[in-house]
């Protein structure tokens, strides 16, 4: 696997797989590496001939009370990760190589990037959707990968793609999760093993409003009920909400639904979501 920390060395490596005829994939990550990055990589190997992993903590999307300074490091154990399972190019750019001085553009998804986390972490997307046209235009690839765990992340994404008639793919890939159902996340550590044991309400809250809605329920008292089981484990609730699952609006009748949900416990903030399957008990 190269490593390559300087644009030029990037776009020198595609060049040549690109030359040669290769279809290039790019899974974009923060690091800190877990089996939910490992899913994306998996897929990006069946969905190209080369892969270029990205490791970028990327100042642009946290806001001033965020985790930035501490959020998980661990490039060695990154590397030795990525290598082993056949990634083709390491891009790890430092801070100045992707903002150098004058850096003045950023890129803002309107509409679905404003509810939900976008309503919570002001900013955060424009910061997303910034660092991930970047991304697009450095590396050129056929086709990018991005986790369901971050379901309005990937909405977001979808969007900008359409908007701004980018030539790839995106794919999407289902959310890994412990046995307990907790969704892999880096941000995991942060957990004491007593809030650890307790994080498991999110995935099961999730799970009861969820079956609740496709029965026929009342999703609003199905929602309250998720609220109240994250409440009862020591959560905060920033929000649990029913939406359309591309433009995370209203529901509309005969579209897909999605529930998706964030809330802090110990500090910690965990996101999560899930489809609604209503054919389940039509
Ligand atoms: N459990 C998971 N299953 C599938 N994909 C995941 C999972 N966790 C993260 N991803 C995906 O990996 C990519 C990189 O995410 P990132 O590096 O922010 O990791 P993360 O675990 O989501 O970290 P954070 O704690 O910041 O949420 C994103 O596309 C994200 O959706
Ligand atoms: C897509 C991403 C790498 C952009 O910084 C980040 O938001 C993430 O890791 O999900
Ligand atoms: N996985 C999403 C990145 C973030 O929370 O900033």
Redesign the pocket.
């Known amino acids: 696997m190269q490593t390559v920390r300087q644009l030029v060395d990037l776009r020198a490596g595609v060049a040549a797989w690109r030359a040669a005829g290769e279809r290039v994939a790019l899974v ?5 590496l ?1 089996d ?2 490992m ?2 990589v998996e897929a990006a190997k069946r969905a190209a001939d080369r892969v270029v992993v990205s490791i970028f903590v990327n100042p642009k999307q946290f806001g001033p009370n965020e985790d930035l300074a501490k959020y998980p490091r661990k490039e060695l154990a990154d590397s030795r990760m990525l290598a082993a399972a056949g990634v083709d190019l390491l891009w790890l750019p430092p801070v100045e190589e992707m903002y150098p001085e004058g850096f003045a553009t950023s890129v803002s998804v309107s509409g679905v990037s404003e509810v939900l986390d976008g309503a919570h972490r002001p900013g955060h997307f424009d910061g997303v959707a910034t660092v991930v046209a970047k991304l697009f235009n450095q590396v050129r690839p056929d086709v990018a990968l ?5 379901w309005q ?1 990937l909405a977001v994404i979808r969007r900008l793609v359409a908007d701004l008639n980018l030539e790839l793919e995106i794919h999407g ?5 412990e046995d307990d159902g907790l ?5 995991n550590v942060y957990l004491v093993p007593e809030d650890r044991a307790r994080a498991v309400a999110l995935p099961r809250a999730l799970g009861v409003a969820e079956r609740a809605i496709a029965k026929g329920g009342d999703p609003e008292a199905a929602l309250a009920q998720a609220r109240e089981m994250l409440a009862a484990a020591g959560f905060e609730v920033d929000y649990v909400a029913l939406t359309d699952a591309d433009t995370l609006g209203e529901p509309v009748e005969g579209r897909p639904m999605r529930l998706l949900a964030a809330a802090r416990i110990g500090g910690t903030r965990l996101i999560d979501n899930i489809p609604v399957n209503t054919n389940d008990y039509g």
């Open positions: 974009p990550t923060m690091g800190a877990h939910g990055h899913a994306l991005f986790g369901e765990k971050d992340q890939v289902p959310t890994q999760r969704a892999l996340s880096s941000r």
